[in-house]
């Protein structure tokens, strides 16, 4: 089994990861938290966990890590220090261990933060995290979903390089979007944007490969 950091482990979108990859024969998850208080709940459910924080050196969370997902998330309190300059940091790190994959929970908007209305300066950093995982030379897949929604998801989405409407897709269906991205099958080296939809999800990540 591959061991998979999951950063951004205690967020809503995070813990459905972890608990995706826990229940998978492939993959091991490893949750990232930020926090003491937040290792026993992995911990209780028998799932590994490392502390580490964003700002502050990550060369050890990488650590006997094959492929990486990326679902932190300041919260619009530290776009630059956490969504930008943590997430290079880590990419860096990745890179020094020998991480097979990197995958990335951006946004849509990031290709183009100038255009949006609001959230400019989360767009802004997550674009610029986004571009530097595409100058790294790691194996990457960038996931760019639309407004995040808390319904029961399908495990069906619309894929495309980029949408010319916005719209929007349940965390459990970006969730699985990220697992699947995990599999070499899915491609690599790609960029898409996801909204609800009606294809499979490991259907709709054949189309980009």
């Not at 860096?92 to 990335?104: P, T």
């Amino acid at each position: 089994m591959e061991n998979i950091l999951v950063v951004g482990a205690n967020g809503t979108t995070g813990k459905k990861v972890v608990n995706l990859l826990k229940a998978s024969q492939y993959f091991n998850p490893i949750a990232m938290v930020r926090k003491e208080d937040q290792l026993a709940q992995f911990k209780n459910e028998g799932i590994d966990t490392v502390l580490g924080d964003l700002e502050e050196n990550l060369a050890h969370t990488v650590k006997n890590i094959d492929k990486v997902i990326f679902a932190a998330g300041s919260g619009g309190k530290k776009v630059v220090a956490v969504d930008q300059e943590g997430a290079k940091s880590l990419m860096d790190a990745s890179k020094k261990a020998n991480v097979k994959r990197f995958v990335m929970l951006s946004s849509m908007g990031a290709d183009n933060p100038d255009a949006a209305e609001d959230l400019k300066a989360y767009l802004k950093a997550k674009h610029n995290a986004d571009e530097y995982l595409k100058q790294s030379n790691l194996n990457y897949m960038i996931v760019r979903p639309g407004s995040l929604t808390n319904e029961k998801g399908n495990g069906k989405i619309s894929l495309q390089r980029h949408f010319e409407e916005h719209g929007s897709i349940t965390r459990d269906d970006v969730a699985q979007t990220l697992v699947h991205s995990l599999h070499e099958d899915a491609g690599s080296n790609e960029t898409f944007e996801i909204l609800e939809g009606d294809t499979l999800i490991g259907k709709a990540l054949d189309s980009v490969s």
